[in-house]
């Protein structure tokens, strides 16, 4: 998993665990995470693609709001398992590439010294 499919995942997810009915619009995502629209769309779009998410355009005339209509995006309860699970497995495989970095480092320092 990269960081930014990362970054995205826990956005949805904290808001999805304080109330699973609340959505948030994609600006507001990047907001949260830091990252440019062209790089926060594209994973909005794979994620909706793979069922993680719902997504819902607001109720607004643009003309008399002066802005854009904002599309929501909310994860679905199947989304927000995988994302948890997926989430969980990056972390561990983090863990295990940063403890065999160590080793390999105490290896290399053994080495030397020997």
């Given at each position: 998993?990269?960081?930014t499919?990362?970054?995205?995942?826990?956005?949805l997810l904290?808001?999805?665990?304080?109330?699973?009915t609340?959505?948030l619009?994609?600006?507001?995502i990047?907001?949260?995470?830091?990252?440019?629209?062209?790089?926060t769309y594209?994973?909005?779009?794979?994620?909706l693609?793979?069922?993680w998410?719902?997504?819902?355009?607001?109720?607004?005339?643009?003309?008399?709001?002066?802005?854009?209509r904002?599309?929501?995006?909310?994860?679905?309860?199947?989304?927000?398992?995988?994302?948890?699970?997926?989430?969980?497995?990056?972390?561990?495989?983090?863990?295990?590439r940063?403890?065999a970095?160590?080793?390999?480092?105490?290896?290399?320092a053994?080495?030397?010294?020997a």
């Amino acid at each position: 998993m990269t960081t930014t499919v990362r970054l995205v995942l826990e956005a949805l997810l904290q808001v999805w665990e304080d109330d699973p009915t609340a959505s948030l619009y994609g600006l507001e995502i990047t907001a949260r995470t830091g990252l440019l629209p062209g790089t926060t769309y594209p994973i909005l779009q794979r994620l909706l693609d793979h069922g993680w998410l719902t997504d819902e355009w607001e109720d607004l005339d643009p003309h008399e709001a002066a802005r854009p209509r904002r599309r929501y995006y909310r994860l679905t309860e199947d989304g927000a398992r995988q994302a948890r699970e997926a989430l969980r497995n990056a972390v561990a495989r983090s863990d295990a590439r940063r403890l065999a970095w160590a080793r390999g480092l105490d290896a290399a320092a053994r080495h030397e010294s020997a």
